[in-house]
Protein backbone atom coordinates (compact mmCIF):
# COMPACT_ATOMS: atom_id res chain seq x y z
CA UNK A 1 0.00 0.00 0.00
CA UNK A 2 1.35 3.53 -0.72
CA UNK A 3 0.08 6.25 1.76
CA UNK A 4 0.73 9.98 0.93
CA UNK A 5 0.70 12.35 3.46
CA UNK A 6 -0.18 15.43 2.08
CA UNK A 7 -0.47 19.38 3.54
CA UNK A 8 2.31 18.50 6.62
CA UNK A 9 4.70 20.58 8.36
CA UNK A 10 7.90 18.09 7.86
CA UNK A 11 10.06 17.90 10.59
CA UNK A 12 13.19 17.13 9.70
CA UNK A 13 15.62 16.21 12.93
CA UNK A 14 18.78 15.34 11.25
CA UNK A 15 18.93 17.71 9.05
CA UNK A 16 17.35 20.79 11.35
CA UNK A 17 14.08 21.85 8.87
CA UNK A 18 10.54 22.48 9.13
CA UNK A 19 9.31 22.25 5.64
CA UNK A 20 5.84 22.49 4.39
CA UNK A 21 5.65 18.93 1.87
CA UNK A 22 4.24 15.43 1.13
CA UNK A 23 5.68 12.17 2.50
CA UNK A 24 5.19 9.25 0.42
CA UNK A 25 5.22 5.99 1.94
CA UNK A 26 5.69 2.57 0.45
CA UNK A 27 6.30 -1.00 1.92
CA UNK A 28 6.29 0.53 5.33
CA UNK A 29 9.33 2.78 4.28
CA UNK A 30 9.65 6.08 3.41
CA UNK A 31 9.88 6.80 0.04
CA UNK A 32 10.08 9.98 -1.17
CA UNK A 33 9.98 13.64 0.48
CA UNK A 34 8.08 15.99 -1.85
CA UNK A 35 6.95 19.34 -2.32
CA UNK A 36 3.20 20.23 -2.50
CA UNK A 37 2.85 20.74 -6.18
CA UNK A 38 4.11 17.02 -6.64
CA UNK A 39 1.44 14.71 -8.59
CA UNK A 40 -0.69 11.98 -6.70
CA UNK A 41 -1.38 8.21 -7.77
CA UNK A 42 -5.08 7.22 -8.15
CA UNK A 43 -4.57 4.11 -5.99
CA UNK A 44 -2.61 5.70 -3.45
CA UNK A 45 -3.95 6.05 0.09
CA UNK A 46 -4.60 10.30 1.01
CA UNK A 47 -3.54 11.75 4.63
CA UNK A 48 -4.47 15.18 4.39
CA UNK A 49 -2.14 16.53 7.52
CA UNK A 50 -3.80 20.21 7.25
CA UNK A 51 -1.00 22.03 8.00
CA UNK A 52 -0.22 19.95 11.43
CA UNK A 53 3.45 18.73 11.91
CA UNK A 54 4.19 15.04 10.69
CA UNK A 55 7.64 13.92 12.46
CA UNK A 56 9.81 10.49 12.99
CA UNK A 57 8.52 9.18 15.85
CA UNK A 58 9.76 9.35 19.57
CA UNK A 59 12.52 6.79 19.86
CA UNK A 60 12.13 6.61 23.97
CA UNK A 61 15.26 5.27 25.88
CA UNK A 62 14.79 4.58 29.26
CA UNK A 63 11.09 2.71 29.81
CA UNK A 64 10.17 0.83 32.74
CA UNK A 65 7.55 -1.56 31.93
CA UNK A 66 6.66 -3.99 34.75
CA UNK A 67 7.19 -7.56 33.24
CA UNK A 68 7.80 -9.73 34.21
CA UNK A 69 7.16 -9.88 38.02
CA UNK A 70 4.80 -6.76 38.50
CA UNK A 71 1.77 -6.49 35.40
CA UNK A 72 -0.34 -5.13 37.87
CA UNK A 73 1.71 -2.03 37.54
CA UNK A 74 2.19 -1.69 33.89
CA UNK A 75 2.30 -4.64 31.09
CA UNK A 76 3.70 -4.60 27.57
CA UNK A 77 0.07 -4.24 26.01
CA UNK A 78 -0.77 -0.75 28.13
CA UNK A 79 2.98 0.42 28.40
CA UNK A 80 2.52 0.13 24.27
CA UNK A 81 -1.38 1.70 24.25
CA UNK A 82 0.02 4.31 26.04
CA UNK A 83 3.17 4.82 23.98
CA UNK A 84 1.31 4.50 20.86
CA UNK A 85 -1.01 7.90 21.84
CA UNK A 86 1.58 9.68 23.23
CA UNK A 87 3.43 9.41 19.76
CA UNK A 88 6.18 6.97 21.05
CA UNK A 89 6.99 4.23 17.82
CA UNK A 90 9.78 2.66 19.65
CA UNK A 91 10.21 1.82 23.37
CA UNK A 92 13.62 1.13 24.62
CA UNK A 93 13.07 -0.55 27.71
CA UNK A 94 14.97 -0.45 31.06
CA UNK A 95 15.93 -4.25 32.98
CA UNK A 96 15.32 -3.05 36.43
CA UNK A 97 12.53 -5.96 36.50
CA UNK A 98 11.69 -8.44 38.64
CA UNK A 99 13.55 -10.73 37.84
CA UNK A 100 16.75 -8.51 36.56
CA UNK A 101 16.89 -9.01 32.71
CA UNK A 102 20.52 -10.18 33.08
CA UNK A 103 20.24 -13.28 31.02
CA UNK A 104 19.81 -13.91 27.51
CA UNK A 105 17.05 -16.31 28.48
CA UNK A 106 15.03 -13.59 30.49
CA UNK A 107 15.83 -10.74 27.91
CA UNK A 108 14.19 -13.25 24.99
CA UNK A 109 11.49 -13.75 27.29
CA UNK A 110 10.87 -10.42 27.32
CA UNK A 111 11.02 -9.96 23.87
CA UNK A 112 9.06 -12.76 22.87
CA UNK A 113 6.36 -11.03 25.06
CA UNK A 114 6.83 -7.39 23.80
CA UNK A 115 6.72 -8.61 20.35
CA UNK A 116 3.16 -9.98 21.20
CA UNK A 117 1.91 -7.67 22.83
CA UNK A 118 2.92 -3.88 22.09
CA UNK A 119 2.20 -2.10 19.08
CA UNK A 120 4.50 -0.49 18.89
CA UNK A 121 8.33 -1.07 18.52
CA UNK A 122 10.55 -2.44 21.71
CA UNK A 123 13.89 -3.04 21.93
CA UNK A 124 15.25 -3.93 25.60
CA UNK A 125 18.30 -3.26 27.35
CA UNK A 126 20.32 -5.44 30.15
CA UNK A 127 21.84 -5.29 33.29
CA UNK A 128 25.58 -4.69 33.03
CA UNK A 129 25.60 -6.65 36.23
CA UNK A 130 24.10 -9.71 37.54
CA UNK A 131 20.76 -8.76 39.64
CA UNK A 132 22.16 -5.04 39.78
CA UNK A 133 24.25 -5.66 42.51
CA UNK A 134 27.31 -4.71 41.29
CA UNK A 135 29.64 -7.56 41.85
CA UNK A 136 29.79 -9.58 38.71
CA UNK A 137 29.10 -7.88 35.49
CA UNK A 138 26.17 -9.85 33.34
CA UNK A 139 27.47 -12.17 29.96
CA UNK A 140 27.74 -8.87 27.87
CA UNK A 141 28.70 -10.40 24.67
CA UNK A 142 25.94 -13.11 24.58
CA UNK A 143 23.16 -10.63 25.65
CA UNK A 144 24.13 -8.30 23.05
CA UNK A 145 23.62 -11.07 20.76
CA UNK A 146 20.13 -11.40 22.05
CA UNK A 147 18.93 -8.20 21.09
CA UNK A 148 20.27 -6.13 23.64
CA UNK A 149 21.27 -2.43 22.67
CA UNK A 150 22.75 -1.13 25.98
CA UNK A 151 23.41 -2.30 29.53
CA UNK A 152 22.53 -0.63 32.48
CA UNK A 153 21.84 -0.70 36.40
CA UNK A 154 19.56 1.91 35.74
CA UNK A 155 18.98 3.76 39.39
CA UNK A 156 21.78 1.85 40.90
CA UNK A 157 25.37 3.35 40.85
CA UNK A 158 27.78 0.14 40.52
CA UNK A 159 30.28 1.66 43.68
CA UNK A 160 32.87 -0.74 43.25
CA UNK A 161 35.05 0.92 40.91
CA UNK A 162 37.24 -2.03 39.67
CA UNK A 163 33.90 -3.74 38.97
CA UNK A 164 32.28 -1.04 36.60
CA UNK A 165 36.40 -0.51 35.21
CA UNK A 166 36.33 -4.14 33.97
CA UNK A 167 32.52 -3.99 32.46
CA UNK A 168 33.74 -0.79 30.52
CA UNK A 169 36.50 -2.43 29.14
CA UNK A 170 34.53 -5.34 28.30
CA UNK A 171 32.11 -3.45 26.96
CA UNK A 172 34.62 -1.67 25.03
CA UNK A 173 36.09 -4.52 23.03
CA UNK A 174 32.93 -5.42 21.51
CA UNK A 175 31.21 -2.18 20.81
CA UNK A 176 28.36 -2.13 23.25
CA UNK A 177 26.96 0.86 25.06
CA UNK A 178 26.85 1.55 29.19
CA UNK A 179 24.59 3.22 30.31
CA UNK A 180 24.81 4.90 34.07
CA UNK A 181 23.04 6.86 36.51
CA UNK A 182 25.64 9.53 37.51
CA UNK A 183 25.35 9.94 41.26
CA UNK A 184 27.34 9.68 44.42
CA UNK A 185 25.66 7.05 46.10
CA UNK A 186 26.64 7.70 49.45
CA UNK A 187 25.96 11.30 49.61
CA UNK A 188 22.56 10.47 47.60
CA UNK A 189 21.17 7.51 49.96
CA UNK A 190 18.02 7.94 51.02
CA UNK A 191 17.57 11.35 49.40
CA UNK A 192 13.97 12.48 48.97
CA UNK A 193 14.30 15.84 47.44
CA UNK A 194 17.54 18.53 46.67
CA UNK A 195 19.47 20.21 49.23
CA UNK A 196 18.48 23.63 49.66
CA UNK A 197 15.97 26.08 51.71
CA UNK A 198 12.81 23.96 50.84
CA UNK A 199 14.44 20.88 51.96
CA UNK A 200 15.18 22.60 55.39
CA UNK A 201 11.65 24.15 55.93
CA UNK A 202 9.74 20.82 54.72
CA UNK A 203 11.97 18.63 56.80
CA UNK A 204 12.57 15.88 54.37
CA UNK A 205 16.48 14.25 53.59
CA UNK A 206 18.14 15.69 51.07
CA UNK A 207 21.06 15.63 48.43
CA UNK A 208 23.39 18.28 47.09
CA UNK A 209 23.96 18.66 43.56
CA UNK A 210 27.25 18.11 43.81
CA UNK A 211 26.59 14.39 44.19
CA UNK A 212 25.79 13.87 40.35
CA UNK A 213 28.75 16.49 39.41
CA UNK A 214 31.00 13.36 41.55
CA UNK A 215 29.32 10.83 40.16
CA UNK A 216 29.66 12.12 36.64
CA UNK A 217 33.60 12.83 37.39
CA UNK A 218 34.31 9.44 38.41
CA UNK A 219 32.36 7.99 34.99
CA UNK A 220 34.58 9.95 32.80
CA UNK A 221 37.43 9.25 34.70
CA UNK A 222 36.77 5.61 33.82
CA UNK A 223 35.52 6.20 30.44
CA UNK A 224 39.03 7.51 29.62
CA UNK A 225 40.56 5.32 31.24
CA UNK A 226 38.62 2.60 29.10
CA UNK A 227 37.52 4.13 26.13
CA UNK A 228 34.13 2.65 26.47
CA UNK A 229 30.95 3.68 24.70
CA UNK A 230 29.03 6.12 27.81
CA UNK A 231 25.45 7.82 28.10
CA UNK A 232 24.67 9.36 31.15
CA UNK A 233 21.06 8.47 31.58
CA UNK A 234 20.02 11.58 33.25
CA UNK A 235 22.28 15.11 33.80
CA UNK A 236 19.55 17.34 35.88
CA UNK A 237 22.28 20.11 37.44
CA UNK A 238 23.98 22.83 36.10
CA UNK A 239 27.01 22.17 38.50
CA UNK A 240 27.60 18.62 35.87
CA UNK A 241 27.61 20.20 32.79
CA UNK A 242 31.28 22.00 32.89
CA UNK A 243 32.31 18.38 33.37
CA UNK A 244 30.10 17.07 30.60
CA UNK A 245 31.60 19.87 28.09
CA UNK A 246 34.83 18.71 28.68
CA UNK A 247 34.76 15.59 28.39
CA UNK A 248 32.79 15.80 25.18
CA UNK A 249 35.48 17.94 23.79
CA UNK A 250 38.42 15.73 24.78
CA UNK A 251 37.19 13.38 22.48
CA UNK A 252 35.50 10.42 24.52
CA UNK A 253 32.80 8.59 23.37
CA UNK A 254 30.20 10.17 25.75
CA UNK A 255 26.34 11.17 25.59
CA UNK A 256 23.79 12.64 27.64
CA UNK A 257 20.30 12.69 28.76
CA UNK A 258 17.72 14.09 31.05
CA UNK A 259 13.85 13.37 31.95
CA UNK A 260 11.23 15.37 30.54
CA UNK A 261 9.72 16.30 34.38
CA UNK A 262 13.47 17.67 35.11
CA UNK A 263 13.04 19.67 32.12
CA UNK A 264 9.40 20.96 32.82
CA UNK A 265 9.26 20.89 37.18
CA UNK A 266 10.84 22.25 39.99
CA UNK A 267 11.59 21.24 43.01
CA UNK A 268 9.19 24.19 44.40
CA UNK A 269 5.83 21.82 42.56
CA UNK A 270 6.88 19.28 46.06
CA UNK A 271 5.22 21.99 47.48
CA UNK A 272 2.77 19.87 50.76
CA UNK A 273 4.66 16.27 50.38
CA UNK A 274 3.15 15.47 46.90
CA UNK A 275 4.60 12.30 46.32
CA UNK A 276 3.65 12.02 42.62
CA UNK A 277 6.54 14.62 42.21
CA UNK A 278 8.98 12.84 43.97
CA UNK A 279 11.73 11.41 41.23
CA UNK A 280 15.21 9.92 41.37
CA UNK A 281 17.63 12.10 41.06
CA UNK A 282 15.14 14.40 42.99
CA UNK A 283 13.82 17.82 40.98
CA UNK A 284 16.27 20.50 40.90
CA UNK A 285 15.95 24.18 41.77
CA UNK A 286 14.65 26.49 38.82
CA UNK A 287 18.51 27.58 37.93
CA UNK A 288 19.06 24.21 36.96
CA UNK A 289 16.15 23.39 35.51
CA UNK A 290 17.05 26.57 33.11
CA UNK A 291 20.42 25.14 32.72
CA UNK A 292 19.56 22.23 31.91
CA UNK A 293 17.40 23.25 28.85
CA UNK A 294 19.56 25.51 27.64
CA UNK A 295 22.20 22.55 27.49
CA UNK A 296 19.72 20.34 25.48
CA UNK A 297 19.24 23.32 23.31
CA UNK A 298 22.67 23.76 22.35
CA UNK A 299 23.41 19.99 21.78
CA UNK A 300 25.06 19.37 24.69
CA UNK A 301 22.92 17.21 26.23
CA UNK A 302 22.00 14.76 23.68
CA UNK A 303 18.21 13.21 24.37
CA UNK A 304 15.26 13.66 26.42
CA UNK A 305 13.39 10.70 27.50
CA UNK A 306 10.16 9.93 29.81
CA UNK A 307 12.02 8.02 31.93
CA UNK A 308 8.78 6.56 32.25
CA UNK A 309 8.31 4.40 35.62
CA UNK A 310 5.20 3.46 37.00
CA UNK A 311 4.21 2.96 40.70
CA UNK A 312 1.03 1.52 41.94
CA UNK A 313 -1.05 3.61 44.33
CA UNK A 314 -0.08 1.81 47.44
CA UNK A 315 3.49 2.67 46.89
CA UNK A 316 2.69 6.37 46.61
CA UNK A 317 0.14 6.85 49.28
CA UNK A 318 2.75 7.33 51.78
CA UNK A 319 4.78 10.06 53.42
CA UNK A 320 7.11 11.47 50.99
CA UNK A 321 10.11 9.97 52.48
CA UNK A 322 8.93 6.45 52.26
CA UNK A 323 6.65 6.91 48.52
CA UNK A 324 8.21 5.40 46.09
CA UNK A 325 10.32 7.15 42.97
CA UNK A 326 9.43 7.27 39.88
CA UNK A 327 5.78 9.04 37.31
CA UNK A 328 4.78 7.75 34.17
CA UNK A 329 5.33 10.23 31.18
CA UNK A 330 4.96 7.92 27.89
CA UNK A 331 1.65 10.07 27.10
CA UNK A 332 2.83 12.87 28.54
CA UNK A 333 6.36 13.61 26.92
CA UNK A 334 5.22 15.23 23.92
CA UNK A 335 3.15 17.68 24.89
CA UNK A 336 5.43 18.94 28.15
CA UNK A 337 8.17 19.06 25.58
CA UNK A 338 6.10 21.16 23.71
CA UNK A 339 6.30 23.48 26.80
CA UNK A 340 9.45 24.80 26.48
CA UNK A 341 8.81 25.54 22.47
CA UNK A 342 5.71 27.45 23.31
CA UNK A 343 8.16 29.11 25.71
CA UNK A 344 10.67 30.09 23.13
CA UNK A 345 13.04 27.90 25.03
CA UNK A 346 13.92 25.78 22.46
CA UNK A 347 12.68 25.27 18.55
CA UNK A 348 11.06 22.06 17.65
CA UNK A 349 13.29 20.82 15.00
CA UNK A 350 16.34 20.66 17.71
CA UNK A 351 13.35 19.50 20.47
CA UNK A 352 12.57 16.41 17.90
CA UNK A 353 16.52 15.81 17.08
CA UNK A 354 16.55 15.17 20.99
CA UNK A 355 13.42 13.23 21.49
CA UNK A 356 13.85 11.05 17.96
CA UNK A 357 16.94 11.17 15.90
CA UNK A 358 19.86 10.99 18.54
CA UNK A 359 18.16 8.20 20.99
CA UNK A 360 18.48 6.09 17.40
CA UNK A 361 21.65 7.26 16.64
CA UNK A 362 23.34 6.44 19.67
CA UNK A 363 21.56 3.34 19.62
CA UNK A 364 21.89 2.43 16.02
CA UNK A 365 18.32 2.22 15.50
CA UNK A 366 17.28 2.87 12.15
CA UNK A 367 14.39 5.32 12.96
CA UNK A 368 13.83 8.95 13.99
CA UNK A 369 14.65 9.78 10.18
CA UNK A 370 12.61 11.78 7.69
CA UNK A 371 14.86 10.42 5.26
CA UNK A 372 14.07 8.12 1.86
CA UNK A 373 14.75 4.50 3.14
CA UNK A 374 14.02 5.13 6.84
CA UNK A 375 11.09 3.14 8.22
CA UNK A 376 8.22 5.10 8.11
CA UNK A 377 7.80 5.25 12.06
CA UNK A 378 5.40 8.81 12.23
CA UNK A 379 3.85 10.83 14.31
CA UNK A 380 1.05 13.33 13.20
CA UNK A 381 0.66 16.00 16.02
CA UNK A 382 -0.96 19.41 16.67
CA UNK A 383 1.24 21.36 18.71
CA UNK A 384 -1.24 23.95 19.88
CA UNK A 385 -4.42 21.76 20.97
CA UNK A 386 -5.00 22.73 24.31
CA UNK A 387 -6.74 20.45 26.99
CA UNK A 388 -6.70 19.50 30.95
CA UNK A 389 -4.26 16.62 31.78
CA UNK A 390 -7.03 13.94 33.29
CA UNK A 391 -4.59 10.77 34.52
CA UNK A 392 -7.61 8.54 35.11
CA UNK A 393 -7.72 8.93 30.83
CA UNK A 394 -4.30 7.40 30.61
CA UNK A 395 -3.84 4.32 28.93
CA UNK A 396 -0.75 3.40 31.21
CA UNK A 397 -1.56 0.86 34.26
CA UNK A 398 -0.04 3.26 36.66
CA UNK A 399 -0.98 6.86 36.71
CA UNK A 400 1.24 8.61 38.89
CA UNK A 401 1.77 11.63 36.64
CA UNK A 402 2.78 14.88 38.41
CA UNK A 403 0.81 17.14 35.39
CA UNK A 404 -2.43 15.91 36.61
CA UNK A 405 -5.16 18.76 36.40
CA UNK A 406 -2.53 20.65 34.56
CA UNK A 407 -3.32 22.91 31.27
CA UNK A 408 -1.49 21.51 28.64
CA UNK A 409 -1.06 21.83 24.86
CA UNK A 410 -0.23 19.78 22.08
CA UNK A 411 -1.92 16.80 20.99
CA UNK A 412 -1.28 13.56 18.82
CA UNK A 413 -3.35 12.99 16.05
CA UNK A 414 -1.92 9.87 14.80
CA UNK A 415 0.91 7.29 15.27
CA UNK A 416 2.04 4.95 12.33
CA UNK A 417 4.68 2.16 12.83
CA UNK A 418 6.08 1.01 9.67
CA UNK A 419 3.40 2.76 8.04
CA UNK A 420 0.51 1.44 9.78
CA UNK A 421 -1.64 3.13 12.01
CA UNK A 422 -1.71 1.97 15.40
CA UNK A 423 -3.05 4.93 17.17
CA UNK A 424 -6.15 7.53 16.07
CA UNK A 425 -7.54 10.18 17.73
CA UNK A 426 -10.66 10.24 18.72
Known amino acids: MTLHFINAQLIDPEAGTVTRGTLRVEDGKIAAVMDDTAPIPGDAQVVDCRGKYLAPGIVDLGVKV ?3 GERHKESFRSAGLAAAAGGVTTMVTRPDTDPTIDSPEVLEFVTRRANEAAPVNVVP ?93 RDIALIEMTGARYHADQITTARALPALERAKKNGLDITAGVGIHHLTLNALDV ?48 PFEEAASGAVALETLLPAALRLVHSEMIDIATLWRALSFNPAKRLGLPGGRMSVGAPADLVLFDDGAPFVMDREVLRSKSRNTPFDGMRMQGKVLETYVSGTCIYKAS
Open 125 to 217: MAALTKGREGREMTEIGFLMDAGAVGFTDCDRVVTDTKVFSRALTYARSIGALVIAHPQEPILSKGAAVTSGKFASLRGLPAVSPMAERMGLD
Open 66 to 68: CEP
Open 271 to 318: ADYRTFFKLKPPLRDEEDRIAVVEAVASGLIDIICSMHTPQDEESKRL
